[in-house]
Structure formats: C-alpha cells, structure tokens
C-alpha cells in the first residue's frame, strides 16, 4: 500500500531550463494539492487538483508554472524558464475524496535547485 | 489573511523529557492538523484535531477552537521525535483543504 510518491527525489536545473515534478497520489485518491516550501519557511498552498480538472490554482505564480492531473498518469508540476527564486521543496499530497475532514498524506517532495 | 503562529520556534531536549508545542491562529478553523518533518523532510500526518483532544502512542494533541490555539504534547522524548512540527488549518471555506502552515516548531532530542 504504497503512500504518495514523487519524482525525482532531486532535480538540478541551469536557469532558463525547465523542471517537470510528478506525484502519483495514494491508491484510491482522486484529490491532490500542490505545496511549496521555501527554505526554513511553512509550506504554501499552489494548486488543487482533481482528476483532468484543476480546482483552485491561486497560490500558482501567475506565470511560468502549470499543473495537470490527467486520466491516466501522475500528476505534473512544470515549472518553465526555471529561476534561482524557484528553488524550493516542492510536496504533493493526496486526499480520497477531497472532504474537509479528511486527513491530507504528503509525499516527500522534490527539492529542486535551479543553478 | 489567517496568522498561524507556533512557539517556540526552536526547542532542545534531552531524550525522555516530555513537551508541549503551541499553535495559535487568529480566526475560526475548520481544520486543524498537526504534521512533522523528519531530518530528511518527509512530511508526516500526526494528527487531523479541529477541536478536542487526541492521543496516539506518546503523542496527543488538543484543540480548543474557541480560543483558538491548539497543543501538540510529545512525552518520553526519543531522538527519532527530531524534526519540524507544523500546525496547519484551514479557514476560508473554499470547500477543499487549502491549508495554511504556521511557522514550525524546530526539535531537537539529544541521546
């Protein structure tokens, strides 16, 4: 029963390079949010997902990042045109049913290092 | 927007002793969760606590929505307890978990 899982572990971009992040959700989670940590620092709402739909996108910046959740396949964080601002920990996590009173499962991130 | 604060920010303790970690927030929550981040940065589901109390294993936690803090107690410390705890709610009724994360509190059990 594995939990969510995300890849890379680590990803190094030069700037101007792009970065994909994925997160496969916990089996029988159709729900997955998007979090951002910068260094010593809480994590930050992106994006909500649920399947081919996205939900609510207003802690994504506005431009340069995009996030899907297709069919079939993971979920994808792209982040175009990468700068030294976007290096962060990335974390996805998943929920079965999206419900208010459901615990939320993290995954243990992408940390991303833009050069 | 919601505050969500914790305290202390940085504790130290020796293995064995017991704690007490604190989470005030600044408006009405619907949710309230309670996660640690282990040295290597896995995020970990302590606790799902909008009000009440608690208790799993040597950890329990308590919320008093009213006033608005809630209270994570970690006893008989083990250096497996080091890492980041943070609070976390959710306030503003979007229907989803669109959580805010307080500021942590850092942990550090020594042998």
């Known amino acids: 029963n594995a939990g969510v899982m995300q890849n890379p572990r680590h990803l190094v971009r030069r700037r101007g390079q792009e970065a994909r992040l994925r997160c496969s959700p916990m089996k029988g989670h159709s729900h997955v949010y998007w979090y951002r940590q910068l260094p010593e620092e809480g994590l930050k709402f992106m994006v909500y997902l649920q399947k081919e739909n996205i939900i609510d996108e207003s802690g994504m910046p506005k431009e340069r990042f995009s996030a899907e959740f297709p069919k079939e396949g993971p979920s994808i964080l792209r982040i175009q045109q990468v700068v030294r601002g976007d290096s962060a920990a990335y974390f996805c996590?998943?929920?079965?049913?999206?419900?208010?009173?459901?615990?939320?499962?993290f995954g243990s991130g992408t940390q991303l290092s833009v050069l | 927007g919601i505050q969500v604060e914790q305290s202390p920010p940085d504790l130290i303790l020796q293995e064995g002793a017991n704690s007490t970690l604190r989470c005030n927030f600044s408006?009405?929550?619907?949710?309230l969760q309670w996660f640690h981040q282990n040295p290597w940065g896995q995020l970990i589901n302590l606790f799902y606590i909008p009000s009440g109390t608690k208790q799993n294993g040597r950890l329990s936690a308590t919320t008093v929505a009213t006033e608005r803090y809630s209270l994570l107690y970690i006893s008989s410390s083990q250096t497996t307890d080091s890492g980041v705890y943070f609070c976390?709610?959710?306030?503003?009724?979007?229907?989803?978990?669109?959580?805010?994360f307080g500021t942590g509190t850092r942990l550090l059990v020594s042998p």
């Open positions: 996590a998943s929920s079965p049913s999206g419900a208010l009173n459901e615990k939320l499962f």
């Open positions: 976390a709610v959710e306030w503003m009724n979007t229907g989803f978990q669109k959580l805010v």
């Open positions: 408006d009405s929550v619907n949710n």
